[in-house]
């Protein structure tokens, strides 16, 4: 169906804002700090075949690859045999998924009987049973890291209403039924809004125009990425990005990069990637796609191209079975973030070479996964919390201070709301690290710490981060970030842990987490005098660093 142009532009953006809606849905119905306070969690519309049409602008992670994960459920329970009530469930990283945490619901949106396409949310929940409560650092297979689900149909009124069958089985298997079963609650009602604001637009428009509206919005973009590929200077550029080690003593783990573009299309190639690892680093392939595509669209396009299956024709993505960005089942694969942004930090290298100047320098692009958790007289208290750290400089900007790196976008949660939900431990110290930033032309964005007072014995921290010994590459003469750490100060002892840890606490102990800095961008004696003081007087830098940049 042709549309007219001033009704395409009409249900595009009624479309889009109905995606951004059941974001703000999904976020403001939560339970958890995870998902209320920091935000992890995505929401999304897809066509009738599963491909994504509109997203809300949260996780790209969790979104780039969101399409692709939707279609094994698919292949299992054709939208011909879905009925009223039925939704589809996934968090299988074998079945197509990404990490067991990462929990995702389709809704079927009927018209007249008839399957027009589906509403999408994903949710990290904070725990789903495992080997340990919200992270078990030492799993060394899937199993060991909660509860595995395929992809299945469920009905909301058979199994999830008054207590039915598949919820009873989530409560049982998790250590915070009350949040985690609230988010769980939120991601529906988030489909439900994405449900109706779609069947709202059917009713007044009709579902040829709806459809239509679907597949346009996925040509567009398309259109739009291939016109920014074209652009790039043919050829194959290679690049590379390393992990501290693997959690367990081995180390560096190198993540390799080969970007062919030839034309208006890209192939993204892994081969000389490390082999899987025996500790929950490994990436599973949804993911490496997300990663892939998001920093090429991130450095090519511009933001305006709504991110959606259509951006992701152009372009293919390809990695070694087996390999740390590929693994075998049952490999563990809870913290793979942290490869995945080293394969970003490695396809942004390799096209450093093609296009300079729409590229940046490598961030702390780390995804620290910081859980405490204790069993107390009323049964178990988890806090986890994902942390960011200092971005990456660019051409004509410094790195952002403080933020997650470009494939999420999770928020710092506010003391205050810690302070309501945790009562055995309490926030101490939290503010930017002077002096982590790369310097350069441009600087690197400085990282943080938090501090945190346990006040009940036997309690637990587990995390999981990098570039504790690494850092932050500078790119064009700019200067590498400060590196991360995690410390326990115990009376007098001061216990300095790995960046892959799980370490049993007390009370009194004083645990600080400490994230780097980006990478700065150009030579370091180019950067305006101004600007240095500007830093000095913002606590960004020290004095003496400043003394130093400017000789």
């Known amino acids: 169906m042709q549309l007219d142009p001033v009704e395409y532009a009409i249900l595009s953006q009624s479309v889009i804002a109905a995606a951004r809606e059941m974001g703000v849905k999904l976020i403001r119905s939560a339970y958890s700090t995870i998902l209320r306070e920091a935000r992890d969690g995505s929401a999304a519309l897809l066509d009738a075949e599963g491909f994504t049409v509109a997203q809300a602008e949260l996780i790209p992670m969790q979104l780039g690859s969101i399409g692709p994960i939707f279609q094994p459920c698919k292949a299992m329970f054709p939208k011909e045999t879905l009925e009223e009530g039925d939704f589809l469930?996934?968090?299988?990283?074998?079945?197509?998924?990404?990490?067991?945490?990462?929990?995702?619901?389709?809704?079927?949106?009927?018209?007249?009987?008839?399957?027009?396409?589906?509403?999408?949310?994903?949710?990290?929940h904070l725990d789903l049973g495992g080997g340990a409560p919200g992270l078990n650092a030492g799993a060394r297979d899937v199993y060991a890291e909660g509860l595995i689900i395929p992809p299945m149909k469920v009905n909301i009124h058979r199994d999830w209403e008054n207590g039915g069958g598949f919820q009873r089985l989530l409560r049982a298997n998790v250590r915070v039924p009350q949040q985690t079963m609230g988010d769980f609650d939120a991601q529906i009602a988030a489909n439900n809004i994405g449900v109706l604001r779609v069947q709202e637009l059917a009713a007044r428009y009709g579902v040829p125009k709806v459809k239509a509206t679907m597949a346009g919005l996925q040509d567009y973009s398309e259109r739009r990425m291939r016109a920014a590929i074209a652009q790039v200077p043919d050829g194959t550029y290679h690049g590379e990005a390393q992990l501290d080690d693997d959690g367990i003593g081995n180390g560096p783990i190198v993540v390799k990069a080969a970007v062919k573009v030839a034309g208006d299309s890209i192939e993204v190639d892994f081969e000389g990637t490390a082999p899987q690892v025996a500790t929950n680093l490994n990436c599973p392939f949804a993911s490496l796609i997300s990663a892939s595509v998001s920093c090429l669209k991130a450095a090519l396009t511009s933001p305006d191209i709504p991110f959606n299956d259509g951006a992701l024709r152009p372009i293919k993505v390809t990695a070694p079975k087996g390999s740390l960005l590929n693994p075998n089942h049952p490999a563990p694969v809870r913290a793979r973030m942290v490869s995945a942004s080293r394969a970003w930090n490695a396809v942004m290298m390799a096209i450093s070479q093609a296009v300079p100047d729409k590229v940046i320098a490598q961030g702390y692009d780390t995804t620290t996964a910081f859980c405490l958790s204790w069993l107390g007289p009323q049964g178990w208290s988890v806090y986890l919390e994902v942390y960011g750290g200092g971005y990456g400089a660019g051409l004509g900007n410094d790195?952002?201070?403080?933020?997650?790196?470009?494939?999420?976008?999770?928020?710092?949660?506010?003391?205050?709301?810690?302070?309501?939900?945790?009562?055995?431990?309490?926030?101490?110290?939290?503010?930017?690290?002077?002096?982590?930033?790369?310097?350069?032309?441009?600087?690197?964005?400085?990282?943080?710490?938090?501090?945190?007072?346990?006040?009940?014995?036997?309690?637990?921290?587990?995390?999981?981060?990098?570039?504790?010994?690494?850092?932050?590459?500078?790119?064009?003469?700019?200067?590498?970030?400060?590196?991360?750490?995690?410390?326990?100060?115990?009376?007098n002892e001061l216990i300095n842990l790995t960046s892959k840890a799980s370490f049993p606490l007390k009370k009194g102990d004083l645990v600080t987490i400490k994230l780097g800095g980006g990478g700065g961008y150009g030579a370091p004696s180019k950067r305006p005098a101004t600007l240095i003081q500007r830093d000095l007087e913002d606590g960004i830098i020290t004095r003496e660093l400043a003394e130093s940049w400017a000789k």
């Open 89 to 124: 469930v996934i968090n299988d990283p074998y079945s197509g998924g990404q990490h067991l945490q990462d929990v995702f619901f389709f809704h079927p949106i009927f018209v007249d009987g008839i399957v027009i396409g589906f509403a999408a949310s994903v949710a990290h």
């Open 399 to 491: 790195g952002c201070d403080a933020v997650d790196n470009p494939l999420a976008n999770c928020s710092n949660t506010p003391v205050e709301a810690m302070d309501q939900d945790f009562s055995f431990f309490r926030v101490t110290g939290y503010g930017l690290r002077a002096d982590s930033s790369g310097i350069g032309a441009r600087r690197g964005g400085a990282g943080f710490s938090r501090s945190y007072e346990i006040l009940s014995d036997e309690a637990l921290v587990s995390y999981y981060s990098d570039r504790f010994t690494g850092s932050a590459s500078g790119i064009f003469g700019g200067g590498n970030g400060a590196s991360g750490a995690c410390e326990v100060l115990r009376g």
